[in-house]
């Protein structure tokens, strides 16, 4: 069963599959550029696929009715920010990891 519909721009996921593996595609596109900028190409190649994959559990939360819009932004949020605290400390180094073995 699909989850109600929260407003216009909540509803502009199409509804066939091949549309929706297609959005997430889009979505996950612009984030290979910034990968690239980071890692090797074959990472940021694996990072567009695992991206893929993320945003069609995303596309699925949404219209989940026991999970919802709130439910995979939240999901969203957690991965981007335990993404820039990957990031920060392989380019920071905040947490000296020497010292927590």
Same mark, same amino acid.
């Given at each position: 069963? *699909?989850?109600?519909?929260?407003?216009?721009?909540?509803? &502009?996921?199409? *509804?066939?599959?091949?549309?929706?593996?297609?959005?997430? &595609?889009?979505?996950?596109?612009?984030?290979?550029?910034?990968?690239?900028?980071?890692?090797?190409?074959?990472?940021?190649?694996?990072?567009?696929?695992?991206?893929?994959?993320?945003?069609?559990?995303?596309?699925? &939360? *949404?219209?989940?009715?026991?999970?919802?819009?709130?439910?995979?932004?939240?999901?969203?949020?957690?991965?981007?920010?335990?993404? &820039?605290?990957?990031?920060?400390?392989?380019?920071?180094?905040?947490?000296?990891?020497?010292?927590?073995?």
């Amino acid at each position: 069963r *699909r989850a109600p519909e929260l407003g216009p721009f909540l509803g &502009c996921i199409p *509804r066939e599959e091949a549309s929706k593996f297609l959005v997430s &595609c889009y979505y996950s596109s612009y984030h290979f550029v910034v990968m690239n900028a980071f890692v090797p190409w074959y990472l940021a190649i694996g990072g567009f696929l695992g991206l893929v994959v993320l945003g069609r559990i995303f596309i699925l &939360c *949404r219209e989940h009715e026991a999970f919802g819009f709130l439910t995979g932004w939240g999901i969203h949020a957690g991965a981007d920010a335990a993404f &820039c605290l990957i990031m920060s400390q392989m380019y920071i180094n905040w947490v000296d990891i020497r010292r927590v073995r």
